[in-house]
């Protein structure tokens, strides 16, 4: 790898300026003692449950754990490293009469392991499927989405939240720092929450936030611009430490960090209020437009009723605007979540709902 990296300088790559200095920081969690034969035996456990719970259905994926760690030093007195366990559960199911490769996905993840606590996020995606219920006319409802690394909405928003987007006029945050413009409920935070997430704390040039994060949306308003070291060179915004692409032999730029949501303190419960609402369990990517509006279709959601799941819907395409999404129709995220093990922020707003 040096070697690689050494040839790659008459490259001559530019990066204008000093390498981070001066911040040393260790943050370790607890490592998970597993030998190799005890984890086969939690893998056949897990399964042999769902297995037994869901005789109709046919399971596939993987399970693993994992002792993460990553490290940035160099001569100026930098020193970062941060090293945690991991638990990682991906699987997808079908029923046996089923032709489709799959009928759904349910996974979970977390920096600790309970097994308790991993079949009841397991198991959430798929306890209601025989209950399939009809949904037959478009409608405007309360929709519980998972706020993770992949998620569409949240890549809007964040795009949006770029220096560069924002310095350059195209983003709907443009000349608008500090005004409220979404709904004074709807905050978000660049955390790493390390303790909980596995995220790690520092970007890839060396940038670690005090106490690990940076409001970036507050009470609806925007007040940091999502940046790195260079950007924050080249357009005079403060750096908020995410830099979270790149590799050893190119220079770092900017990534989708781990994002948290300000929360009111109400549960899932508080925040639907009796309403009939939509828990999406796995969605396409869908597309968006540059004014913000957004549509995806749904591959399996469930309709809650009073705060439980009542049976699954069948295929939907889920539409709404981001700005709409989180301004006059955003309802709050929830200080409980439906998955017990995963630490994965959840937004509740209202979409118009439609059968496929």
Known sequence: MWKNAVERLPDGIEYPLLPSSDNVETVNNEEMQFSHLEIVEEVQIILSHLRSRFPNLIWSGNIHTENYFASLKNDSGLDLSFSTPLFQCVLTFK????????????????????????????????????????????????????????????????????????????????GKMGETILNPAFSVIQSSDSANTGFKFFDYEGTSN????????????????????????????????????????TVPSMGIPYVQLGTAGKTLTEIVDGRDAVLVCMA???????????????????????????????????????????????????????????????????MDVEPM
């Open 95 to 174: 029923e046996k009469k089923s032709r489709a490769i799959f009928d759904g996905i349910t996974g979970t993840y977390g920096v600790s392991y309970d097994r308790e606590l991993a079949i009841t996020d397991l198991e959430l995606a798929c306890r209601n499927y025989q209950s399939a219920i009809e949904f037959k006319k478009k409608r405007k409802l309360p929709v519980i989405l998972s706020f993770g690394y992949e998620n569409i909405v949240l890549r809007k928003i964040l795009k949006n939240l770029s220096c560069v987007s924002a310095c350059e006029g195209s983003s709907v945050f443009s």
């Open 284 to 350: 396409s990517a869908g597309g968006s437009s540059g004014d913000g509006q957004i549509s995806f279709p749904v591959g399996l959601s469930y309709l809650l009723r009073d705060g439980k799941i009542v049976g699954r819907l069948p295929r939907v395409n889920l539409s709404s605007s981001i700005w709409k999404m989180f301004g006059e129709d955003y309802l709050g995220s929830p200080s409980d979540s439906l998955l017990k093990l995963s630490h994965i922020p959840t937004a509740v707003c209202f």
């Open 210 to 249: 005090p106490e690990h994060s940076v409001t970036l949306i507050r009470n609806g308003a925007a007040v940091r611009h999502l940046s790195d070291r260079l950007m924050s060179l080249e357009y005079g915004c403060e750096n908020s430490g995410s830099a979270f692409q790149g590799k050893y032999d």
